[in-house]
């Protein structure tokens, strides 16, 4: 069976005021940091994190890729508030959407 591999680049780290379960938009790169688009590979899989800002209470670490449309498309959880593998349901309110390194996840593309 082949172990899946995920793309990994520093520092990419954008907000967003996306709601519900599906796909998330993204608005842009906070300071110091940089956008998914234009560092990520469109539909390239790679672990992330969102976590609420205006409603600390709500967040998600998972498997997304990005889509040719700058979205990211949520593919799996690894935990969530919603509990165990269930996909966060955002409230509005603003969010931190990051590129992590998940647990024990092997990463085949660095990018500078």
Do not use: N
């Not at 709601?19 to 560092?39: Q, V, Y």
């Not at 709500?58 to 690894?78: C, D, Y």
């Amino acid at each position: 069976m082949a172990v899946p591999t995920y793309f990994f680049a520093d520092m990419v780290r954008e907000t967003s005021l996306a709601t519900g379960i599906g796909a998330i938009a993204l608005s842009g790169a906070l300071p110091g940091h940089r956008a998914f688009t234009g560092t990520v590979p469109v539909m390239t899989s790679f672990c992330y994190t969102i976590a609420g800002i205006t409603q600390p209470d709500h967040w998600e670490t998972g498997i997304g890729r990005l889509t040719a449309g700058g979205l990211l498309e949520r593919v799996s959880v690894t935990a969530s508030s919603a509990g165990g593998g269930a996909f966060t349901d955002f409230a509005p309110g603003l969010k931190s959407v990051a590129l992590t390194v998940g647990i024990g996840a092997p990463f085949a593309e660095v990018a500078a």
